[in-house]
């Protein structure tokens, strides 16, 4: 098995590397369903997304006492708790087949809240996917022009965080989608 890693910021020399042992667990259905997170509101909340009242018994079941700023500062943790948490809100506000943003100008600002809360997360591995689901929501809408660049940012995200080249299974989808799209604005333009 092999695994492709992003640096998201500058790694300098003697600088101590970290990776989530969270990970792990959560892909283990018995696990997760003993920490109630199994129907987490979104898939996409694993594991980077999690606020400290699911990441903590994760850690525990490794017994591990993490030290990293966010599980020891406790104003920083509530304050990334607090953008987690809206997160998961507007992410089920935008993908909420029942209620969805009843304007283009309303999804564009739950979009550009979200996209803000997981850039202040650095919670940048998971954008591809929010992009793909915006880029739908706003073909649905009717706004081609920014279902295109959410399908284009999908596509570029897959690809610098994904680990993902050309062939790989969700670029293709979103390079289909992106195909949709411009089917649409063609379709406009008659």
Same mark, same amino acid.
């Given at each position: ?6 640096? +998201?910021?500058?790694? +300098?020399?003697? #600088? ?13 259905? /018995? ?22 009242? #699911? ?11 993490? /030290? ?12 990334? %708790? ?6 998961r809100t507007l ?6 087949? %029942? ?11 739950l979009a550009d ?5 997981? %850039? ?5 591995? #998971?954008?591809?996917?929010? +992009? ?10 009717? %706004? /081609? ?15 610098? +965080? ?29």
């Amino acid at each position: 098995m092999t695994m492709d890693v992003v640096a +998201y910021q500058d790694i +300098y020399p003697g #600088q101590e590397i970290t990776i989530s042992c969270n990970f792990i667990l959560v892909l283990h259905p /018995t696990i997760a369903s003993l920490f109630s997170l199994a129907n987490s509101p979104s898939e996409k909340d694993m594991p980077l997304g999690l606020p400290t009242s #699911q990441r903590t018994p994760l850690l525990k079941v490794w017994n591990i006492t993490c /030290t990293c700023r966010l599980c020891t500062d406790p104003a920083f943790r509530a304050s990334s %708790d607090t953008r987690r948490l809206r997160i998961r809100t507007l992410r089920g506000r935008l993908e909420d087949a %029942d209620t969805p943003p009843g304007s283009r100008s309303e999804a564009a600002a739950l979009a550009d809240e979200l996209l803000s809360l997981l %850039d202040e997360e650095r919670l940048w591995s #998971q954008v591809g996917e929010d +992009y793909e689901a915006l880029a739908s929501l706003f073909l649905e809408l009717g %706004d /081609t022009t920014r279902a295109r660049r959410c399908a284009e940012m999908a596509i570029e995200m897959w690809k610098e +965080y994904g680990g993902a080249d050309e062939t790989h299974p969700q670029v293709l989808l979103a390079r289909w989608f992106l195909l949709k799209v411009k089917r649409e604005e063609v379709v406009e333009g008659l």
